[in-house]
């Protein structure tokens, strides 16, 4: 099976012997001992598109497995060497400590273990076609391949509005599973979008359109990248949720993501935010966003899904920058998750971790509605004046206000570490909410 991380996506080629092939497994096999591929993450599902400057990287590791022979006798040498074959493709590397010994393998075999960090970034693919790159890792002589495959989006220009359908049946895409519009659109050519069920990724940076419909994307198990328009500046309610959604690009002029109904039985439709219970596994925010309020709901249950194989179970995880100019977060906009079937919420617990640029505007975090865990690094937050209450199993904060804030505190069952300004511990221990932390520290 050929692992691919789509719109530029990573996959694994393994080697089965010193001839270079693509295998069914991944795995490499040498003379007396297995070089062996292993992530922190999983590389089966789709990864978000990357372009041009961005940083998205995955870890990997490497382990040697030595079977019956002496260590001592036949030593090990961690060198490693990376190579790329495509100059529009860019690697960074780091080798994640010495080289460690793992005596726990099972029966006489010993493990090396030498684990690297590769961080790969591209040039904007502006060819329409899609292209592919072999990054070559060697690790004590012994190789294997990491293929990037950064897919193109072929373009339509609609010059007159309400055209679209018949500028893509011209150039036979409207089965595309991938598609740039550029052009002004109407109303009949946002239908046509909302029909196009086949489209995984859709590039409307260069569309010219004031706003997206709500629900626009609701339910559409297809889409998965999509890079808004420069022109909207709100996004309503439900208009991606229930999707298959995995990468969303905001533009620097979308001030607004609209409120869920919280006031809503959990269970109506009008309950849920624009990206709720979506696949997220990226987030881009375009330089010098003008984002200023995240409504209620608006990532409820939103996250990358991951197999737990202990408990058999499936759970989420969202990990988020967001930019300076966001003034407010409102209650709940990061929440439980509503996949699956009641009363399994263990199983969809997602675990959130949020950080914010240098000079975070950020005034209002509300609170958070079960969550496995969330991580707030507000460190770099000086206006803040309130928090609500942190409902999740284990909670994580650290804010950059001297004085606290209001707060919701924490509930009593919850592990929760707090750190804040250096000489402000006291202050934070007696405050209302703050002093409910189990640990409180200052901020290193």
Known sequence: MKKILTLLAIGIVGLTSCKKEEPEIISVWFEEYELLYSSYKDFDDPYPPISA???LYRECGIECIFSGYNLRTYGFDAAWSVSCDADWCHYEYEIMGNPYVDYTYSGSDVRIRCPLKLRVTVDENATGETRYANIDLTCNGNPFTVTITQLGAPSVTVSTPGTLTQELGNKDLLYATSLKISGELNDK???????????????LTEAIIDDLPDEMFCMNQTIKHVKLPETIKVIHPRTFAFSSLEYIYFPAGVETIEDGERDTNEYSWKYFGAFANTNLAAIEFAPNSKLKYIGECAFAGAGEEYY????????????????ASLETVAN???SHNSRGSYPNYESRKPTVKIGFEEGSKLKSFGGTFLLNSISIDAGNCTMVDYI???YAEYVSVAIGTQIPPASGGVASSTSSYLYVPKGCVGAYYEADGWKQFDIIKEIE
């Open 308 to 323: 737990r194989s202990y408990n058999d179970t499936y759970s989420y995880t969202l990990d988020l920058t967001l930019p």
């Open 388 to 390: 609500g209450n942190l």
């Open 189 to 203: 050519d946002l239908e046509t979008i909302k029909g196009l069920r086949e489209v995984e990724t859709l590039d």
């Open 332 to 334: 709940y906009a990061f």
């Open 53 to 55: 400057g961005q940083d």
